[in-house]
């Protein structure tokens, strides 16, 4: 995993690190596979801490997200399961708890790569 430089990535780094005393490849492969969605991340289940994590992180997740569209990957709900058309700047709850969840395992898979 490279060192975090930037907030998210520290958000990141530590929750790896908080995986340690588990089993620490397992925890990567299952975040990975299943996502936040899945309750592995704590602090990333319950919709206030989501939507406050999206909020602190908001700049670097969009960055993420103008990433996905300079390679050609569409618009959030071309790839965020259960994204609400109607609210495209993530006004509401629900689709900042999908930025924050993406923004966490994006920024995971790019940090293990």
């Not at 969605?37 to 406050?52: N, R």
Request: aromatic letters at 14%; hydrophobic letters at 30%; charged letters at 25%.
């Amino acid at each position: 995993m490279t060192d975090p430089t930037t907030p998210l990535q520290t958000a990141v780094h530590n929750w790896y690190q908080s995986q340690v005393e588990d089993d620490y490849t397992t925890a990567i492969d299952d975040l990975l596979q299943n996502g936040c969605q899945s309750g592995m991340v704590s602090d990333l289940i319950y919709y206030t801490d989501t939507t406050a994590f999206f909020q602190k992180h908001e700049e670097e997740i969009y960055e993420i997200l103008r990433d996905y569209a300079d390679e050609g990957l569409g618009y959030p709900e071309d790839y965020l399961r259960g994204w609400d058309k109607s609210d495209p700047f993530a006004k509401d709850t629900n689709n900042q708890n999908l930025l924050a969840w993406f923004g966490f395992e994006e920024t995971a898979r790019r940090m293990h790569e």
